[in-house]
């Protein structure tokens, strides 16, 4: 008799060798997406997920499994938006709404454009 008690044994055998087969290129494709989340995006770590699953039914003395692999690769980054919540709490601000607008008035008119040399002909002489 035959005996298998090793997982990694069992996996061999699962589907006649097929599915450590499609664990092996699922494998591969994650680290493929890893690599190129990391060179596209100029990161220096990205991650990724693989699950295996078996389910195992008993019945009448015979075992029957059957096995999936998934995996969740990195996905494209989102850029972050910051918002504030409104005064009375129904919504969102782009803007402080606790943070007080400061008075600018507008300057109208001619302004004089100084250079650093000229300003430093001036000091210097």
Known sequence: MNEIKDFSRLIAELEDGQFNADCSATLQESL?????????????????????????????????????????????????????????????????PKQPRLPFDVIAGKREVVTYDEERKDIYG
């Not at 989340?37 to 499994?65: E, F, H, P």
């Not at 690769?73 to 402080?96: A, H, Y």
């Open 32 to 96: 493929k997406a890893l690599q190129q989340r990391c060179d596209i995006d100029g990161m220096r770590a990205a991650k990724a997920q693989i699950a295996v699953a078996i389910t195992l039914v008993l019945d009448s003395g015979n075992i029957t499994m059957t096995a999936d692999v998934k995996s969740k690769n990195p996905p494209k980054p989102r850029n972050r938006t910051i918002f504030w919540l409104s005064q009375d709490g129904s919504g969102v601000c782009r803007e402080n």
